[in-house]
């Protein structure tokens, strides 16, 4: 989400303000520390402009605007601007903890700078560095390369995925008599799983990133399709047999979001 305001031949600017839910939120008990004002001169700019995104901000600045005219600028739209970096904190807070009223969401897994494996009950921090070569696990901490960091860390999902998926759903087929062919887990940005006719079982490598409960009812949706290859009422006649609670999880399902990270 960006906020961004225009000041154009204003001498006390007026900012458009964009913010128009802010009103539900409770203050902030945390104030967040703004980040240091970027500069970036835009030759097609036709005014000084202030924008904020995520945990960063910035002014364009036209050409030749002189340093007085950018620096009056900065200290008219200053409690503008500590004002909106507020909200958006405010608002980040509240995303978070709706997040975290879902039990079967892993909120750690919506931030962009660490993983958590809910099966494990761990969390990883990353620590991204252009020092490092390769990718390494130094107790809850990743060391990733800068270069291709998400694709480490997406061969580094598949690795623990590789770990726990084929010994998860042996698991599950033993405990209520399925029966399939081979496992395979593999990178896919799409469908959670699959079972070929011949009873093989392909699952997303990102399952591993899913609540206990979430991930085992994909693993059984696909054991159900070696009795069923088809969605019809036999199938989940079988579904409620194994999973009494998969509309449920289906549904909820649905709403999960990868990390951005997750899609190449
Ligand atoms: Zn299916």
Not at 28 to 51: C, D, F, G, Q, Y
Not at 77 to 106: C, G, I, V
């Amino acid at each position: 989400m960006t906020i961004f305001a225009d000041f154009f031949k204003s001498k006390t600017p007026q900012p458009e303000l964009s913010v128009s839910d802010a009103a539900v939120l409770e203050p902030s008990v945390l104030e967040v520390p703004m980040p240091e004002i970027e500069w970036r001169v835009n030759p097609r700019a036709k005014r000084l402009r202030l924008t904020l995104k995520a945990d960063r901000v910035w002014v364009t600045i036209p050409p030749r605007t002189s340093q007085a005219t950018t620096d009056r600028f900065l200290r008219e739209t200053h409690s503008w601007l500590k004002e909106q970096w507020q909200k958006l904190q405010q608002r980040k807070q509240q995303h978070d903890a709706n997040l975290a009223q879902n039990p079967h969401f892993s909120p750690n897994n919506t931030i962009e700078h660490q993983v958590h494996l809910p099966v494990y009950d761990a969390t990883w921090v990353f620590d991204v560095s252009a020092n490092y070569s390769r990718l390494k696990e130094v107790e809850q901490t990743l060391c990733i390369p800068e270069t291709n960091k998400n694709e480490h860390l997406r061969k580094w999902v598949k690795a623990k995925a590789q770990d726990y998926l084929p010994d998860r759903l042996a698991e599950l087929a033993a405990e209520h008599g399925f029966q399939y062919s081979r496992c395979t887990v593999r990178h896919a940005r799409t469908r959670w799983g699959s079972c070929s006719r011949s009873g093989n079982v392909n699952l997303n490598a990102s399952l591993i990133l899913l609540a206990p409960k979430l991930l085992d009812y994909v693993l059984l949706h696909e054991l159900c399709h070696t009795r069923e290859f088809n969605h019809s009422p036999h199938f989940w006649a079988e579904m409620y047999a194994v999973c009494p609670t998969f509309k449920a999880d289906r549904k909820t399902l649905k709403q999960y979001v990868l990390p951005s990270w997750w899609h190449v």
